[in-house]
């Protein structure tokens, strides 16, 4: 007896992050975004080196979360301007162009989005709705942060009128946190507190979103970093030389008592 075995054809493999467009077209709205995104990975650097010794986290910057696979492919993906993902690698075999869900299954543990106008494309509720057609309606980024990823902090900050949002994914919701005494939004499991801090970092002079630790203390970028220890040297250098006169006026004042010692017929280096 001959059996004849058929072919079935398997659905093709869900895509990788070099097969999904990694921009969608769209430029930077504003020159803040991106000092503001630097300005917060820097600072955080020695936080999650710490939490991830062996190296295992990704840090996003405006690019692409691709939550569901979607014709275009770039309407299944959200870009927060910020986000931070543990226990994945920084790199798949040498580099990211984006950050695929459904091939790495970790969500990010925070996202970030800087809004430039009113922040309301950053608070769209808007669920996903698939018309009798077969249509969909776009979800509007809040939603799918809260419902599908279930990103477990989201903050949203205006630039333009330093207002500062954050929530916190409690029993399947969002729920919008209430700053501490400092004005910051503590992140327990990252030991640190996000926050507005006014100064000037890249030559802007503006309200910036920062990080602090758990006790209030500003988490300084590199550069910072640098500066301070420089000013640490100068006044350790300053100190030194201070009292390098300070012994060169006291060598002078027993020379000069010496000299009067003698002039009296007393010799100042004879013995008892």
């Known amino acids: 007896m001959n059996e004849t075995i058929t072919a079935t054809g398997l659905p093709p493999a869900f895509p990788d992050h070099t097969q999904l467009p990694e921009e969608d077209g769209t430029f930077v709205k504003n020159f803040q975004e991106h000092p503001q995104s630097i300005i917060l990975t820097d600072s955080i650097g020695q936080v999650v080196e710490r939490l991830h010794p062996n190296g295992q986290y990704a840090i996003g910057q405006d690019c692409g979360i691709y939550w569901r696979e979607t014709d275009p492919p770039e309407r299944g993906a959200e870009a927060p301007d910020w986000f931070y993902v543990p226990n ?55 939603w799918v942060y809260e419902r ?42 990252l030991d640190v507190e996000l926050g507005l801090w006014q100064g000037s970092y890249q030559n802007q002079e503006l309200l910036w979103l920062r990080w602090w630790d758990s006790q209030g203390n500003l988490l300084l970028t590199g550069s910072e970093q640098v500066e301070i220890e420089r000013a640490r040297v100068e006044q350790a250098e300053r100190k030194a030389e201070q009292a390098e006169r300070k012994a060169e006026q006291a060598e002078r004042k027993v020379a000069q008592l010496a000299d009067r010692l003698r002039a009296m017929g007393i010799d100042p280096d004879a013995e008892d």
């Open 88 to 142: 994945v690698p920084a790199t798949l075999d040498g580099f990211r162009r984006s950050y695929v869900l459904w091939r790495e299954h970790m969500a990010p543990f925070i996202a970030l989005e800087f809004a430039s106008g009113n922040g309301d494309e950053e608070r769209d509720r808007t669920p996903l709705a698939v018309a009798a057609d077969g249509t969909t309606t776009k979800p509007g980024k809040f």
């Open 148 to 189: 599908i990823i279930r990103i477990p902090y989201y903050g949203i900050y205006e630039m333009r009128t330093g207002n500062l949002e954050v929530y916190h994914l409690i029993d399947f919701g969002y729920r919008r946190m209430e700053a501490n005494e400092r004005g910051h939004y503590p992140i327990p499991v």
